[in-house]
């Protein structure tokens, strides 16, 4: 008798899942997704190929596109209903910085996974001076302080120094200008009337889209890069450039890409909205769980012609814990793709935050703007109540384990500690300009550029 | 005994009807590329076999000695040049990229049966459960298949090129038959002929985004814009060719319109057309050579679907095959290319008396 009753609970439970995940009302079905080749676009991936779109009622086509600028376009004209997007892409959209448009993000999609890369000839100029570990090999992480003896030969010589990263707005941009000027070298302002980036700067800085990173550096057009995987292993495949440093070595588990949706698709189809979040947090659980267990499953489906379509051994790399920097030099790095565990997924303001200082900093954002400026457009933008509620509804689905979800957040990480970032200059969502002002090479408070100088 | 026999005779006519055939067949081998038949027909019929062998050997063996020794030339120079993708294919690998394509579609047609049984189990649930409304048929949402992409390219470059027609045919008669409309055409046409389709691109990709707003229309942008990019690009030859044989009418049969009073219409379906017709089929035939041309290339900067979208991605993942699939691509929209010219060579050889080009 107690089975039995045992048993009708536990179906009326699993009738009760099934129609769970059914009941949402969605207002859109068919949806086109964009995506840059890159591997951290693996949850899209993921949740089309193991089927989670598809549980939630929806059918996703998943569609390449030729560079962030075309990306971020779709999303605006609707021609694409949300995508893998630079963290910055939304934020600057909805401030206004280059198209206006209000974008917003309920999910976080990883964090790390990028590197910065130089070519050969600047490695072989910069490794005598790395200082060398025992075993003779370079000792990580590099500072840029080792490539400034040779920008500075380049400047005498009267040669421009360039490297490139993928967008104006893009992480790469913030994290090799943090590096650049962790190591002192000034990496150039942006002002309104010259939106290059290269004012006063020692390092020109341009854009090339990620897979064409390899190629534009082959050809001598950069001498280096920041971008995320696989385009630095490719690198080193391909016997073009060595990685000098990652992301995580710059800022232990920093914020990465996000998944962009515009606000007005997310007011019309707020269930939709929810739906595309589970499905995406249920690929980001398979991705971590069991301590990466099905890395290599999803190396296999990145390396697919369609997807990222790089050699699945270059991809691999990274993917399943492994960095190779110079050719044979392979080290562990079991943290360079974090896609669910630290709550890599859930969109914390601070993390928004941190990206609007870096705009400030190098005068995308032109003027000083307010602590409470950088709170409210942070929550513009992301949205952690959508993911809350979607995440809610798979952990009474039975999908995902309460315990895995900051519940009671109220967005803040904590602040990252001097330990964790190269400069050892700690950070601090909650006093965004103090944290501005405590960064040597920057705009301060009250500065601006203007006609190429810094005023104030 | 009379000379002659009459079965003799008999036999001598029915060669003659054979020999007659074969050379009317032989227009057509012509105009599909297979002029070698015609040599080995002669010979099958009894015509001189070393005189036909001759033939044979200009028209059949000497291609293939020059495809075979370019294949040579490929197979020993290719592994020679080292990329930092690895060696430059050679044929081998090319060819066993045709097959992975092949099986890359086998299997996306696989996954695709998968989704509609999925869909149809889906839609019983739902009658089942009652739900009619929620039965819902949809196209599968997976990746285009090589296939896939060489067929979009077809129908965009088909579409546009079309359109291309539409306009300047009528513009080239226009132009032809007055001299003020060709006065007014002229400078427009030696401006805009020489414009690049990189540099059409992106003015029609704003205007189509600006005009085209809905999402669920007929036509999806990125196919209006490829194909308005090739219409743009396609439309001059038709013109200038149209022009150039509407204005090269024999006078005579000017006057004699003239003399029977015959009425535009008349005049321009009935006597300018059919002259004007074998030159403006040459400007097709030149409009659909550029407009296939065009559309890779537009393909390829906006990431429209097509074969220059194939391209591109391949160019984009860097793997160990791209470059043997890019040359996979490389031979598809050559011999596309070259079939389309003779489609439109075959059109040509139907709708006009006279085979000159």
Sequence with gaps: MKTTLAILLATSSLLATSAAAQSLDLEKEDLTLGFIKLTDMAPLAVAYELGYFEDEGLFVTLEAQANWKVLLDGVISGELDGAHMLAGQPLAATIGYGTEAHIITPFSMDLNGNAITVSNEIWDEMKPNVPLMDDGRPQHPISAAALAPVVEDYLDRGEPFNMGMVFPVSTHNYEIRYWLAAGGLQPGFYSEQDISGQIGADVLLSVTPPPQMPA?????????????EPWNQQAVFKNIGVPVITDYDMWKNNPEKVFGISAQFAEENPNTTIALTKALIRAAIWLDENDNANREEAVQMLSRPDYVGADAEVIANSMTGFFEFEKGDVRPAPDFNVFFRYNATYPFYSDAIWYLTQMRRWGQIPETMSDEWYFETAADVYRPDIYLEAARMLVDEGMANEADFPWDSDGFKAPTPASDIIDAIPYDGRTPNAYIDSLPIGLKSGQTVLDGEIQG | MTAIDPSTLDIEARRARRFARITKADGWFRVLGLAWLTPILRAAAGDNPRAQLGEVWRLLGVPLVAIGVFVALWATLAPQVQTSLGAVPGPVQVWEQVGELRQDAVREGEREAAFYERQEARNAEHIANGDTDRVRDRVYTGKPTYYDQIWTSIKTVFFGFLVASIVAIPLGIAAGLSVTANAAL???????????????????????????????????????????????????????????????????????????????????????????????????????????????????????PGLGKFVWDEFQNGSSQSLARIMVAVFTIGIIGFLLDRVMYALQSMFTFSNNR
């Excluded at chain 2, 059409?200 to 999402?215: F, K």
């Excluded at chain 2, 403006?280 to 390829?300: P, Q």
Aim: aromatic share 8%; with cysteine; hydrophobic share 50%.
């Design chain 1, 216 to 228: 534009t550096m082959e050809a001598g057009t950069i001498f280096g890069y920041a971008v995320g």
């Design chain 2, 186 to 304: 002229n400078p427009l046409i030696q401006i805009f002929k020489p414009v690049s389709p990189l540099a059409w691109l992106p003015i029609v990709t704003m205007i189509v985004s600006a005009v085209y707003t809905t999402n669920d229309g007929m036509f999806s942008k990125s196919f209006l814009v490829s194909a308005i990019t090739v219409t743009l690009c396609s439309l001059w030859p038709t013109l200038i060719n149209t022009a150039l044989g509407v204005s090269s009418i024999d006078k005579d049969l000017v006057s004699v319109s003239r003399v029977l009073k015959m009425n535009t219409y008349t005049k321009i379906t009935k006597l300018v057309l059919p002259s004007a017709l074998p030159l403006i089929f040459t400007g097709l035939r030149l409009s659909l050579g550029v407009g296939w041309m065009v559309l890779i290339a537009a393909e390829m900067l906006a990431q429209n």
